[in-house]
């Protein structure tokens, strides 16, 4: 590549962060919206392709029990927010799995995680086979059921103790998956 070409380069991937920082920045208006949404709210616009934030909601622990309400649904949802630093973009995930991937971000938010990026807890909503050499996503009926029953369990066997007791147990350790 010729000094012309990366100078070009330079100023297009330049130009390309401008671009999403321009467009990433909520108004006040929306950054208070954000901050008052509850996990009925954030359900009913995420089934509804409605959901209009770049960020996950500021969930805590206390909201995890109204999320795992949720984590056997199998409705495709296209609108939700996801990682800009990941160059594979997820299309659709199962509303299960998404709310899975925000339980994530609350556990991962509270440890401080070095993996969060941007309220993110991983780069996509899916999961990959936690000891595999290559890289192997898997989206299907039983990955679902098995992370699901894990973040269930993880939850329940842990209720009635402060959440900084358990924050630091990955739901996912004994199982064959991880986040992508």
């Not at 339980?103 to 991962?108: A, K, L, M, N, Q």
Request: with cysteine; glycine share 4%; aromatic share 12%.
């Amino acid at each position: 590549m010729n000094s012309e070409n990366f100078k070009t380069m330079k100023k297009l991937v330049l130009l390309g962060f401008l671009f999403m920082f321009l467009f990433s920045c909520n108004k006040k208006d929306d950054v208070d919206d954000i901050n008052n949404i509850n996990v009925e709210e954030f359900i009913e616009l995420l089934k509804k392709g409605e959901y209009k934030f770049l960020k996950l909601p500021p969930f805590t622990a206390e909201e995890i029990p109204l999320l795992l309400q949720h984590r056997n649904e199998n409705q495709m949802i296209t609108n939700f927010p996801h990682s800009m630093v990941s160059s594979f973009m997820v299309p659709e995930c199962k509303l299960g799995i998404y709310v899975l991937w925000t339980i994530e971000s609350i556990r991962t938010d509270a440890i401080k995680s070095e993996y969060l990026i941007g309220g993110f807890p991983s780069q996509n909503p899916v999961l990959a086979l936690r000891n595999s050499e290559e890289l192997q996503l898997v989206d299907d009926d039983e990955s679902h059921a098995v992370a699901a029953k894990a973040y269930f369990d993880w939850w329940n066997e842990n209720k009635h103790k402060d959440f900084d007791e358990f924050k630091n147990i990955d739901p996912l350790a004994e199982t064959g998956y991880r986040w992508h």
